[in-house]
């Protein structure tokens, strides 16, 4: 399995901005793409995630509200859509994945890492 993510960038506060995660080689249609981010300093953190097969989702407290997920089957690709951006957004943003699995935020129930896109937001 392969996560290639992209879309990041140097964006305003209050801007918005679309992330992607190109997914290859997974053996099974039943899996969970978790969303990422990791502050400086700061442990990873699960903002959104969302299971392929039963459709559940979870969103970080702090994203809820200014996130949306969504995903292109044909192209493999989950999306991450971010509006109402501020600082505390700022860091580098991995995508995840797991096959079948529940729509959490754990870092460890995740077994695929894409490398990460840094998202800068300045004020």
């Known amino acids: 399995v392969q996560l290639q993510a992209s879309g990041g960038g140097l964006v305003q506060a209050g801007g918005s901005l679309r992330l992607a995660c190109t997914a290859s080689?997974?053996?099974?249609?039943?899996?969970?793409i978790g969303w990422f981010r990791q502050a400086p300093g700061k442990a990873r953190l699960g903002v959104a995630c969302f299971q392929r097969s039963d459709r559940t989702t979870y969103f970080d407290s702090s994203v809820r509200g200014r996130i949306t997920i969504s995903r292109d089957s044909a192209k493999n690709t989950a999306y991450l859509e971010m509006n109402d951006l501020d600082s505390e957004d700022t860091g580098t943003y991995y995508c995840?994945?797991?096959?079948?699995?529940?729509?959490?935020?754990?870092?460890?129930?995740?077994?695929?890492w894409g490398q990460g896109t840094l998202v800068t937001v300045s004020s």
């Open positions: 995840a994945a797991d096959l079948g699995g529940w729509a959490t935020p754990i870092v460890d129930d995740y077994d695929w």
């Open positions: 080689g997974f053996p099974s249609a039943d899996y969970t």
